[in-house]
């Protein structure tokens, strides 16, 4: 839904709808994809010891700090922004490479400041519901 919606819905249309799902949708998988690659590392390091639900609840406090400054603070726009580029880094330079054209260029990502953003803080809840029933 997020690729979805950030790769094609947002420049067909435009508008409130498509920028708030990408908020929810956002703070949903923020917490569980930031838990998962925690759990790779444990696993590769012959120390996992299975889900925990307290890390995941920490990591979506994490995830609605960082979101909530992030929508209102200007200094942390910038660095969220620079910082989810050079994540996402990668996967560009990998589907650029598949694709046969050239790497693509390090640069943040279009993220606007909008406080009224943090209506979507409550879809946390629904990232520590997925996360606690699996």
Do not use: C
């Not at 603070?73 to 994540?87: C, H, S």
Request: net charge positive; aromatic share 8%.
């Amino acid at each position: 839904m997020l690729l979805l919606n950030d790769h094609w819905a947002k420049r067909v249309y435009p508008g409130f709808a498509t920028g708030k799902l990408s908020d929810f949708a956002g703070l949903i998988f923020t917490p569980l994809l930031l838990d998962a690659w925690i759990e790779l590392g444990l696993r590769q390091a012959g120390r996992y010891r299975g889900p925990s639900p307290r890390r995941l609840r920490a990591l979506a406090v994490l995830t609605g700090l960082v979101f909530a400054l992030a929508k209102t603070w200007p200094p942390a726009n910038i660095a969220v922004a620079w910082a989810m580029g050079l994540v996402r880094l990668p996967l560009d330079a990998g589907l650029a490479l598949a694709l046969g054209r050239g790497l693509p260029a390090h640069g943040p990502v279009a993220l606007v400041r909008d406080p009224s953003d943090l209506l979507a803080l409550p879809s946390l809840g629904l990232a520590l519901w997925v996360g606690r029933r699996r």
